[in-house]
């Protein structure tokens, strides 16, 4: 959608919806993207912005830089409807955190855009370690994808974060700019993880079909996760 065409949603009365899905992408895969374009169609969403994260300050620093994993993002977005392959968030001195990426997102969209934040079960098993999570939900609703191999039941700081604001349905989450959560099950759930990705191209291993054509033509023109 052009930015005209996003002025027009708002004449017509409709609030934007937004989506950020913040990650490594270390590097970006078919889980990543096919999981953004089904929480994108999903949520009738207007963008799904891609953030790329420079130092994510639960992990351990990634051994590509930031521009060379940003620039896989790039090729592996692509012109994909809907999807954007942001770095904001490269261009930030400092740590990386989501709630000043979801504050940008909200002063540029408006106090009516609906606007969420989308993780993998995975990382939302982390949501209370997080730096200010009760501040997240004042500025986006938080959407949580299931991910194959990490089914477990909510622990109990995890249950005090979201079981008040829990809804059940898409409709309940767009009725209020912020502040609800989600839990979806998308059509597609695919065992792809950035650090099988790694370790197979390490191992001089096949990764055909676990990314996007584009993302694995320059990863091997540039050479990255391969040992030397
Ligand atoms: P790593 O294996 O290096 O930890 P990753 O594959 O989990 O990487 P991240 O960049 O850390 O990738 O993930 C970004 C976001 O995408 C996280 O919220 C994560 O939960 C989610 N995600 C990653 N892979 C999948 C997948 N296969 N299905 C659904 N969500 C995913």
Redesign the pocket.
Known sequence: MSGVDLAASSLNKQPVKIAM??????PV?L??LR?ALEVSEALGLDRLHMVAAPRPPL?GEPTVAPEERFALLKAGVGDTPHLIADDRELKRAGPSYSVDTLAELRNEYGPSARLCMV?????FLRLAEWREPERLFELAHLVV?A?PGFEQPRYKALEELVGQREVDTVAELMAAPAGRFLSLSLDT????????V?ARLGEGKSVRYLLPEAVEAQIFARGLYQSR
């Not at 993780?119 to 990382?123: K, L, S, V």
Request: hydrophobic content about 35%; overall charge positive; glycine content about 14%.
């Open positions: 899905l913040g990650g490594t992408f270390d895969h889980g990543h999981s992990r993780i993998g079960f995975d990382t994808i991910r759930r695919i065992a792809i993880s950035a650090t099988e790694r």
